[in-house]
């Protein structure tokens, strides 16, 4: 658990979707922003950029969720699915 965390700057993130882990399936939903956050945990201090997803009228990081995956492009996404309806 961090001491303190900051959003420091946020990006658009036109295109980008967060993969999710839903009954055994894999899910997209879009990305809102990417946000560059700077975390001081016992007086270190640290920067990552996280994705950041809407539910709602809330806005969070996507990567806090228990059943996140990963950050991908929509297109790639969109690809990988067709070629498993394909099979």
Do not use: H
Not at 52 to 81: C, G, P, Q, W
Request: aromatic share 6%.
């Amino acid at each position: 658990m961090s001491d303190q965390e900051t959003i420091i700057q946020i990006m658009p993130a036109t295109g980008w979707v967060a993969v999710y882990e839903m009954d055994g399936e894999e899910s997209a939903e879009p990305i809102v922003c990417f946000a560059l956050v700077e975390t001081v945990e016992n007086g270190v201090k640290r920067r990552e950029v996280r994705p950041m997803s809407a539910d709602d009228k809330v806005i969070d990081f996507a990567d806090d969720a228990e059943n996140f995956l990963r950050v991908e492009e929509l297109a790639t996404f969109e690809e990988e699915d067709e070629e498993e309806v394909e099979e």
